[in-house]
């Protein structure tokens, strides 16, 4: 549930009035619960200039019943109902259509009208059967209807007992599934609209629609004869194959896709329960899977944590690995002086004027030689058996508020880090796009980036915007790429917790090449990412334009003491 979709029940209530009003032709989806809610509230799609979206929601007593693992026999209570109910009216802000099977007894559908209207629900829709009624859809079943003048004087009571005149009642006439025929239907509808009904809804499970375009034209017929025309519905489950378009000029006023997303969901259920016990490892369904963060993102998590971030008083760590041995310097480049300072120091005093005071270096090789004050330091006694990547993890309890990773031999603005502290997303990597105006020297291998959404050229500011890492790596032809990463990146408590999973899982289980490295042992934080990538989560990124400068040689030297 998202606490972005809040609606005062009255105001929901009178929705599918208005939009009726206004439209004349409302779209309907089924949910089963909040997620499915959520999904259904928040799909769109854009063809031409035109939105195309769902209009209101249906909770299902098929799809309410399967979720549960019972059958649509009435075997779900209504207090049952209610919490499925409120799970949908939370996820959502569109109205919502509720099915009421045969309302039951008379006085137990007053007390159900006034539940709902309570709660903001929009509709209910009655099946004229016998209680206990059976699924109209299972060709075996059989189907009795109830008698038309105690079906009526149910929707009488009703009536009578709701409150707002924006709460309506429909009829769902069932003589089609019956065998009754149309001129049953239309008595039945006479004497439902006779009785103060809001809608009509003509139900069939036949293939074929003509029995339900036969209605509708008789419809119309009866409603200039009753001098009123209420709404008309339909649930095109079978007979799928008709369009919008030919249900609208039919006259049909609501259309409701009465139990496809329960349907979907169960189909893949089963075919990626069936593939993890074939493989025996969840591998080959990541790609029939939602990523993690996507559920999150949906359902609301991403507000929980930026709340937690305001309130929270656990602080972002920076982690600099600094244990390799570099193949050009005979010292830590963390310890090089850049007119007079050493990198190390010339970085804290960045971070802290970011307020970042909780600083870990990990070291290694000549660790000696790094001493700085106001610094935490951990090491790595296996630096020259291993790569930047197992340096990083040393340093593992320090992850735990979030983190920022920070390449040891790297010079950066200020502003780069308080746009990175800004940013929402769980990870998110730093990346320059000015690289490719640059000439490199031919054995500088780059850590390049593709990208989901290409750059816009000649930019010159920082800017955060909704981008995809898909690829990175220093075997990207720089013709190709998008961007270059900088040794910055940024970790939320979520992401830190994620990449932990992940580095431990591989630690125990790989083995064999890892992405560019010749082992995992010998990985790089960039062949880490990769993997973080080709698991399903969403690594995004900073997009800046210059303001940081990496030590490759001594040449950088001199160049980075002219820049400063």
């Not at 439209?23 to 195309?52: C, P, Q």
């Not at 929980?304 to 929270?312: A, H, I, Q, S, T």
Request: proline share 3%.
């Amino acid at each position: 549930m998202s606490l972005k979709n809040r609606i005062a029940p009255e105001e929901r209530r009178k929705l599918l009035k208005q939009l009726l009003n206004e439209k004349h032709f409302v779209r309907v989806i089924e949910a089963h619960n909040g997620l499915s809610a959520i999904i259904a509230n928040n799909t769109k799609e854009k063809l031409g200039d035109e939105l195309y979206e769902f209009d209101a929601l249906w909770e299902s007593s098929l799809t309410d019943s399967a979720s549960k693992g019972y059958p649509d026999a009435d075997i779900v209570g209504s207090e049952s109902r209610y919490i499925t109910i409120k799970q949908i009216l939370n996820s959502s802000t569109k109205p919502l259509i509720v099915d009421g099977d045969t309302g039951g007894e008379a006085t137990n559908f007053e007390y159900f009208v006034r539940e709902l209207e309570n709660m903001g629900v929009s509709m209910v829709i009655i099946e004229d059967k016998v209680f206990p009624k059976r699924n109209s859809l299972d060709p075996r079943a059989k189907q009795t209807q109830e008698d038309p003048n105690r079906f009526a004087i149910k929707i009488e009571r009703g009536k009578n007992i709701q409150l707002s005149p924006d709460f309506m009642i429909a009829a769902r006439i069932e003589s089609f599934i019956a065998g009754a025929g149309l001129e049953d239907a239309l008595f039945r509808a006479k004497k439902y609209l006779n009785a103060g009904v809001d809608a009509i809804m003509i139900h069939s499970k036949s293939d074929d629609p003509k029995d339900i375009f036969d209605f509708a034209r008789e419809y119309q017929i009866l409603s200039d004869e009753l001098g009123m025309r209420k709404p008309l519905i339909c649930v095109p489950t079978t007979y799928n194959t008709v369009s919008e378009t030919e249900l609208r000029e039919k006259g049909f006023n609501i259309v409701i896709y009465a139990n496809h997303l329960l349907r979907a969901a169960h189909k893949v259920m089963k075919e990626t329960a069936l593939n993890i016990l074939k493989h025996g490892r969840a591998f080959e369904v990541e790609s029939m899977c939602s990523p993690v963060n996507t559920i999150f993102e949906d359902v609301g998590f991403i507000e929980v944590r930026e709340k937690d971030l305001m309130y929270k008083q656990g602080k972002v760590q920076v982690i600099i690995p600094a244990a390799g041995k570099d193949l050009v310097f005979d010292i830590p480049k963390s310890v090089i002086k850049i007119k007079g300072k050493e990198i190390l120091v010339r970085q804290r005093e960045i971070l802290r004027s970011c307020g970042l005071e909780d600083i870990t270096v990990v070291k290694g090789y000549k660790e000696s030689l790094i001493d700085i004050e106001g610094i935490k330091y951990v090491y790595n006694t296996d630096f020259d058996k291993t790569h930047i990547l197992h340096s990083l993890f040393k340093a593992e309890v320090d992850m735990n508020n979030g983190f920022i990773y920070l390449n040891s031999d790297i010079l950066f603005d200020k502003q780069i880090i308080d746009n990175l502290l800004n940013t929402k997303q769980e990870m998110v990597l730093v990346v320059d796009n000015s690289f490719t105006y640059h000439k490199h020297d031919v054995d500088k291998k780059l850590d390049l980036v593709l990208t989901k959404n290409k750059p816009i050229k000649e930019r010159r500011m920082l800017y955060l915007k909704d981008n995809e890492v898909i690829r990175i790596g220093k075997s990207i032809n720089k013709n190709m790429a998008d961007y270059e990463f900088t040794g910055i990146a940024y970790f939320s408590e979520y992401g830190a917790n994620i990449i932990k999973k992940i580095y431990h899982e591989c630690a125990t289980n790989h083995d064999g090449p890892f992405h560019e490295a010749e082992s995992f042992e010998k990985a790089s934080f960039t062949d880490f990412i990769q993997e973080i990538i080709d698991r399903g989560f969403k690594v995004h990124l900073l997009e800046v334009y210059k303001g940081w400068f990496e030590i490759h040689n001594k040449n950088d030297i001199e160049v980075a003491e002219k820049l400063l």
